[in-house]
């Protein structure tokens, strides 16, 4: 009797238990407070610029196959140029990065100004640029025979620069990638991340790409976000883990809590920046310096260093991060145009990173002359069209103003300001100082103010 008594009570309990839990039609995310989530985007919000890395096999095939020109993406060619699988695996043993220089990566990287480098772990051609137990469709099946992830992890530890990996979801190598067997495929994915998350140390981001394939669900990126999340916690994953970057596409969505409705840490808008940025989110741009993620020998429509420096101070002041791509040769070094626009934007950065780092978006919806970045008590005057009469307009506002001087300027001279009617007006030198983008600082009391 007393048996029975005690089956029913745990029947019982159980059923009181499945009530009280959630369905878990949707995986639980971790749970997190708006503090915790601050604290472990401080980071990446701080870095506002990184260096994107697109390294593979399609860099032997550099756009081209069979001697022609294959339209579209050097990384897609697979796809493109319709290269049946096991023809296309003959290129593992063309790979040899004889020329290849972590240490120099990291420098350029540093030299640059960029905070954080993603690198392309596996493609969607399927193949590993790390020594993968799970895998021989890996560096170590090369020529070159040895983990290309990992000096690149170590010098980016040693230098201090954070280490991030692009893995892609879509893969056209393993044979359960699609169909039936799909979830054999997920095993194996889940597999190498585990792989990437306890060999390379501490990593900044995983940024996953080839969401959009029918088989992979938003519920299974919210899983996987969260199982990537319970291995390395202050992990940052993008919003390509799931359907996240569809939904934002779509909704357009403006509450930062909504970003909790699906799997993803920011938003991935691709070669655009977005009209006014993507407010109250954290959100990052990735663009190409040509036309090509990987190495193409036949692009060379490369974007001049000015229009990349003002596409980095756009993004900035609103409230996004810049990540700029390389697409390495199959040798394993750098194009020398895209070393030279780094070194550029980096010479800027050394005299004007204080207006790029750890700066918010701007509080005024548009400037005729430029853009704006913000810290606490400072607004960051971003002027690209300086003012032939020597008087920069502050339209609409209202804070009381402290000193005003040009970034660059050694000794802060103090510029002369003004407050007409409405806003502030700035007497600048007659000779613009950087005809890019001449950065003046105007200290304000408090919090921005501005009239419409
Ligand atoms: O197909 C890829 C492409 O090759 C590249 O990796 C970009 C960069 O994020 N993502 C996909 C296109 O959206």
């Not at 969505?253 to 920011?266: H, M, P, Q």
């Amino acid at each position: 009797m007393l048996g029975f008594l005690a089956h029913r009570w745990i029947i019982a309990g159980l059923l009181a238990i499945a009530t009280l839990c959630p369905a878990f039609a949707r995986a639980a995310l971790p749970e997190e407070t708006k503090q915790q989530r601050d604290q472990r985007m401080a980071w990446w919000r701080d870095a506002r610029f990184g260096m994107f890395i697109h390294w593979g096999l399609y860099s032997v095939s550099a756009g081209e196959w069979k001697g022609k020109k294959v339209p579209g993406y050097s990384c897609m060619l697979q796809q493109t140029a319709n290269v049946p699988r096991d023809e296309y695996t003959q290129l593992q043993k063309q790979f040899n990065p004889v020329k290849y220089d972590a240490e120099n990566w990291v420098a350029l990287a540093k030299r640059a100004g960029a905070k954080y480098i993603v690198i392309t772990s596996k493609h969607h051609d399927g193949f590993c640029l790390f020594d993968s137990k799970l895998t021989d469709y890996d560096a170590m099946g090369t020529l070159y025979g040895r983990d290309l992830l990992k000096p690149l992890a170590d010098e980016c530890h040693r230098q201090e620069i954070k280490i991030c990996f692009y893995h892609s979801i879509l893969d056209w190598h393993h044979p359960d990638a699609k169909g039936e067997r799909f979830a054999n495929y997920v095993d194996h994915m889940r597999g190498q991340l585990r792989e990437l998350l306890a060999n390379y140390g501490p990593i900044g981001v995983l940024w996953f790409d080839g969401e959009w394939i029918p088989e992979w669900t938003e519920e299974q990126g919210q899983a996987l976000y969260r199982d990537l999340r319970k291995i390395q916690p202050d992990l940052i994953i993008n919003d390509r883990v799931g359907r996240g970057r569809q939904i934002t596409r779509a909704e357009k969505r403006k509450n930062v809590d909504d970003t909790r409705e699906f799997a993803g840490d920011f938003g991935t808008p691709e070669q655009e920046i977005p009209g006014t940025g993507m407010p109250g989110w954290d959100w990052e741009t990735c663009m190409t310096m040509n036309d090509d993620w990987g190495f193409n020998k036949d692009d060379h429509n490369w974007k001049s260093t000015g229009d990349i420096l003002r596409k980095l101070v756009d993004i900035a002041s609103k409230g996004g991060n810049f990540l700029l791509n390389v697409g390495p040769t199959a040798e394993g070094e750098i194009p020398q145009p895209s070393v030279e626009r780094l070194e550029a934007i980096g010479r800027w950065l050394a005299v004007n990173g204080e207006s790029i780092y750890g700066t918010a978006a701007s509080p005024f919806a548009n400037l005729d002359w430029g853009r704006c970045t913000r810290k606490q008590g400072v607004l960051y005057l971003h002027v690209f069209a300086w003012p032939n009469d020597g008087r920069l307009v502050v339209p609409g506002l209202e804070n009381k103003t402290g000193k005003a001087y040009v970034l660059a300027d050694k000794d802060r001279k103090p510029l002369a300001v003004a407050r007409p009617d409405k806003g502030v007006v700035i007497t600048v030198p007659a000779t613009v100082p950087d005809p890019i983008d001449t950065v003046v600082v105007l200290e304000i009391e408090g919090e921005p103010r501005v009239s419409p």
